[in-house]
């Protein structure tokens, strides 16, 4: 009796589940799911070509850009932690980064996995901490001192150190790793901009600085916890091993570090931000304490290291294999640097680009925003669902849910940037005369700066950067790929080249 009891208590349960799973599997509009795991298997298997997967999953749906599925395939988590709504709909891009903005914070999930890394700075907080800090920061960010702040440190780390490194590559006749050194540049000009301290990792001989690699190990770290189970790794702080053990030890290396940085402001302040936020007070009127002073620096070094970087990379490659478009990049610069520096074109590569020459480069800026367009250099990003919700296309998105938007698929949507979507054009971002650079008029479209009240405030600083790296290139050398190199994408938050991007560099032979 007790056996069949069993059979008939298993029996039920089985048939209850199946019955929710059926209509679970009828209301999802997306990917396969199986019991229990969801989609978790297909996930897996296409984890190391995810963006051009996701993007292909989303045409798939036609006009609506938008799919939802659960990696969690059972009662209660299927549609809370699990359920996963994912789109690339500008309309609902503009829902969920402005019009609702409150109801999709970054969420506690995010929050604790980035927590010990970035504690409450501005990228991993909401609400009343988020606001101002963001408040002071974009008072800042409009100054003029900082731009030339800025300038001073794009411009001496470009004459004293890339172009030292580029001339005798080039000299050589050895191939670098064009991605390893513009990751070094920008690292050395947002840590110069931040708390003004130059940890030199653009060097002639490319040293390992022990701030830079604890950095990066804390951030793969960090990174590990967004891709596991929570407590997988909160298991592995406990016991102090694997991920967990190595991001103890980086971050002891940068607070140390961010410490001496801190101690040399409080006797000597400048124009970094790191100084300015010294005066600054938190929401309680009070002065901001060390740590957190570490934790707003360390935020601003993360969004402004890689993101450049990685953007720059992205664009290089891009321009090697379209000729045309470098050849009318170089006639911009060389027409810009005639206007401000006469006929005599050793004076055009004397110095680096300034600013005011620098913002003159339209069709450079819109070669640039195209390969953001293609290659976004933060391609995902997730915002947690707070109440239940229906997006402009009519999706209803539960409580406790994730939101996924598709950066990287934005761009390669021919029902949003129409036929020619996938091909790169700097010229759709000129006006018909081609004398003016002109963003879409639906700014949902292009969101590779973010959009909302969270719009990158660094957006006018990081197209100078680029602008100047890119100029203080191409008006010296053209590029060619090492023969064998292969451009692949790293599976990560920030889209890495996953083998770096080698290239030889050949002497160019400007004309006045």
């Keep these: 009796m007790e056996t069949l009891a069993i059979f008939f208590s298993l029996t039920a349960a089985i048939s209850t589940y199946a019955f929710w799973f059926y209509l679970l599997s009828r209301k999802l509009t997306g990917l396969k799911v199986y019991p229990f795991v969801g989609s978790l298997?297909?996930?897996?298997?296409?984890?190391?070509?995810?963006?051009?997967?996701?993007?292909?999953?989303?045409?798939?749906?036609?006009?609506?850009?938008?799919?939802?599925?659960?990696?969690?395939?059972?009662?209660?988590?299927?549609?809370?932690?699990?359920?996963?709504?994912?789109?690339?709909?500008?309309?609902n891009i503009e829902h969920i980064l402005r019009t609702r903005?409150?109801?999709?914070?970054?969420?506690?999930?995010?929050?604790?996995?980035?927590?010990?890394?970035?504690?409450?700075?501005?990228?991993?907080?909401?609400?009343?901490?988020?606001?101002?800090?963001?408040?002071?920061?974009?008072?800042?960010?409009?100054?003029?001192?900082?731009?030339?702040?800025?300038?001073?440190?794009?411009?001496?780390?470009?004459?004293?150190?890339?172009?030292?490194?580029?001339?005798?590559?080039?000299?050589?006749?050895?191939?670098?790793?064009?991605?390893?050194?513009?990751?070094?540049?920008?690292?050395?000009?947002?840590?110069?901009?931040?708390?003004?301290?130059?940890?030199?990792?653009l060097s002639p001989e490319l040293p390992e600085n022990p701030f830079s690699i604890a950095f990066d190990t804390a951030t793969e770290a960090t990174l590990q916890r967004l891709l596991y189970p929570g407590f997988l790794w909160r298991l592995e702080k406990i016991f102090g091993i694997g991920a967990e053990k190595r991001l103890k030890k980086s971050l002891e290396v940068v607070e140390s570090y961010m410490d001496g940085a801190i101690e040399a402001r409080k006797e000597s302040p400048s124009d970094d931000l790191l100084s300015r936020f010294m005066k600054k007070r938190d929401v309680d009127g009070n002065l901001f304490p060390s740590a957190v002073l570490q934790r707003i620096a360390l935020?601003?070094?993360?969004?402004?290291?890689?993101?450049?970087?990685?953007?720059?990379?992205?664009?290089?490659?891009?321009?090697?294999?379209?000729?045309?478009?470098?050849?009318?990049?170089?006639?911009?610069?060389?027409?810009?640097?005639?206007?401000?520096?006469?006929?005599?074109?050793?004076?055009?590569?004397?110095?680096?680009?300034?600013?005011?020459?620098?913002?003159?480069?339209?069709?450079?800026?819109?070669?640039?925003?195209?390969?953001?367009?293609?290659?976004?250099s933060v391609p995902e990003d997730f915002k947690y669902v707070v109440s239940d919700d229906v997006l402009p296309?009519?999706?209803?998105?539960?409580?406790?849910?994730?939101?996924?938007?598709?950066?990287?698929?934005?761009?390669?949507?021919?029902?949003?940037?129409?036929?020619?979507?996938?091909?790169?054009?700097?010229?759709r971002w000129l006006s018909a005369e081609g004398d003016r650079f002109e963003p879409p008029k639906d700014g949902y479209k292009f969101v590779a700066f973010n959009a909302g009240p969270r719009t990158c405030l660094g957006k006018d600083l990081a197209y100078l950067q680029m602008k100047s790296a890119a100029s203080a290139v191409l008006l010296r050398y053209r590029l060619s790929l090492v023969p064998g190199h292969r451009v692949e994408q790293k599976m990560s938050l920030t889209l890495f080249m996953k083998h770096g991007l080698r290239v030889f560099l050949h002497p160019r032979n400007l004309a006045a």
């Excluded at 996701?54 to 659960?70: D, E, K």
């Excluded at 539960?398 to 698929?409: D, E, K, L, M, N």
Aim: proline share 5%.
């Design 41 to 91: 298997p297909i996930l897996i298997k296409n984890r190391k070509r995810l963006h051009d997967w996701i993007a292909s999953n989303l045409r798939a749906t036609g006009g609506s850009a938008t799919y939802q599925t659960t990696t969690i395939a059972l009662p209660y988590l299927a549609t809370k932690q699990g359920f996963y709504t994912v789109t690339c709909h500008p309309k």
């Design 393 to 427: 296309d009519g999706t209803f998105v539960p409580a406790g849910s994730t939101v996924t938007y598709s950066i990287y698929s934005v761009g390669r949507m021919k029902t949003i940037w129409g036929e020619d979507c996938l091909e790169f054009k700097p010229e």
């Design 299 to 376: 935020n601003f070094v993360l969004a402004g290291r890689d993101t450049s970087s990685v953007a720059l990379s992205w664009f290089f490659w891009l321009v090697m294999s379209h000729p045309c478009v470098e050849q009318k990049i170089v006639d911009e610069i060389s027409t810009v640097l005639k206007e401000t520096r006469g006929s005599n074109v050793k004076k055009w590569i004397e110095e680096p680009l300034e600013f005011d020459e620098a913002d003159k480069l339209i069709y450079l800026k819109a070669a640039l925003a195209e390969t953001l367009r293609l290659y976004p």
């Design 101 to 201: 903005f409150e109801n999709y914070p970054k969420g506690p999930t995010w929050q604790k996995a980035f927590h010990d890394l970035l504690g409450q700075g501005i990228f991993n907080s909401d609400g009343e901490t988020w606001l101002i800090q963001r408040k002071t920061a974009a008072l800042e960010f409009t100054t003029r001192t900082l731009r030339q702040a800025m300038a001073r440190w794009v411009n001496r780390t470009i004459k004293n150190r890339l172009w030292r490194i580029l001339d005798q590559a080039a000299e050589q006749n050895f191939p670098v790793d064009l991605q390893d050194l513009l990751l070094r540049l920008t690292f050395d000009n947002i840590c110069g901009l931040t708390f003004g301290k130059d940890p030199e990792t």
